[in-house]
């Protein structure tokens, strides 16, 4: 690794790793690195190989990419693109409230990525704002996929979830009471408490796991009990997606895909007296752009890893 980059300075730290900027020593392009360290067999590693199985599946504007792995005595090193502003949390620390337009775009960006990571039949498990990132063109980029689980088996049929690991303020009901659970369900209560956020730049619920599930069960009511009479029509819009999210019962809970065709619904049947704004026609096309994208069918398995490993292709040994 030290052949083709130069570490520059660790930006981040926690129990996952230590995330550093460094730079090509072929082009001088700014890549950050993510550090994570592991004990014994790696392939063993479930939530490693499963992040890096997912990373080299999910190819989409908006999920971050990942350029190269370099596989220590003890650490994994993942070279990912790099996101100049910083996480979602500290960026809405700077700039809320968000303008009309940026407000709507990021939303809509949020919901690409996620769609796109259900339509490969792929469960994030850990949507919050420290995990979505802003690029130095204010791009939004979903990111760490350590928690990230295959949802749909090889025959396309539900595979339930029995471990309930992720930050509490955002995990769904069916996870804070440790049942089984369908962990493309619960990212869809993820979603819609991140919009919460994104909308309102702060958490809707705090507390305990205990306080946190009690508290959902009043979700509708907090949610029924805020005046938005003056948001715009931008933040109705989310509000309402959040809304149609955060449902205790599972299969109440409205798909991203049908919230995104929503949003493009929305757009066109728009009335324009005079002539449409660049700003406008562009998240116009923006919000349309990646619906249509190829689907993958394929789930990922640990033949990608597996194979990578024998071929040395990406995963290099240092």
């Given amino acids: 690794m030290e ?3 130069k570490i520059l300075e660790k930006i981040d730290e926690g129990s996952f790793g230590d995330i550093f900027t460094l730079q090509s020593l072929n082009g001088g392009i700014v890549f ?33 990419g990942l350029k190269d792995v370099y596989i220590g005595s003890n650490t994994v090193n993942l070279i990912l693109e790099y996101a100049e502003n910083g996480n979602l949390e500290n960026y809405l620390r700077e700039r809320f409230p968000m303008k009309g337009i940026f407000l709507r775009r990021f939303g809509v960006q949020i919901l690409k990525a996620i769609d796109f990571c259900h339509s490969c ?5 850990d949507l919050t704002p420290s995990n979505v990132l802003v690029t130095a063109d204010h791009v939004i980029k979903l990111a ?8 749909v088996s090889s025959k396309g049929e539900e ?18 009471k440790e049942v089984p659970y369908n962990a493309l369900m619960a990212d869809l209560w993820s979603t819609g408490m991140l919009l919460y956020y994104l909308l309102f730049g702060k958490v809707l619920l705090h507390g305990t796991a ?15 009990s805020i005046d938005s009479t003056s948001f715009s029509r931008t933040e109705k819009n989310i509000f309402e997606y959040i809304k149609n999210l955060l449902k205790c019962l599972p299969e109440e809970r409205t798909s ?35 619906y249509s994208e190829t689907k993958m069918a394929t789930r990922p398995s640990h033949d990608i890893v597996n194979g990578m490993v024998a071929c040395g292709s990406a995963l290099r040994q240092v």
């Avoid at 039949?121 to 498990?125: F, M, N, T």
């Avoid at 508290?215 to 907090?222: F, G, I, N, Q």
């Fill in 159 to 176: 595979v339930m979830c029995e471990d309930y690991l992720g930050n509490v303020p955002y995990l769904a009901p069916e996870v804070l």
């Fill in 3 to 5: 052949a083709k980059y």
């Fill in 32 to 64: 950050a690195l993510k550090q994570i360290e592991y004990r014994g067999n790696l392939l063993k590693d479930e939530y490693i190989v499963g992040e890096i199985e997912c990373l080299t599946k999910l190819k989409h504007d908006h999920i971050i």
């Fill in 210 to 224: 205990e306080t946190v599930l009690q508290d959902s069960e009043e979700v509708a009511a907090l949610l029924c």
């Fill in 121 to 125: 039949g792929i469960a994030h498990r």
């Fill in 256 to 290: 991203i895909g049908t919230l995104l065709l929503g949003t493009m619904q929305d757009h066109s049947e728009a009335k324009m007296a005079i002539r449409p704004s660049r700003d406008l026609v562009c998240g116009m096309v923006e919000a349309m752009s990646d």
């Fill in 144 to 151: 760490d996929f350590g928690l990230a689980v295959c949802a």
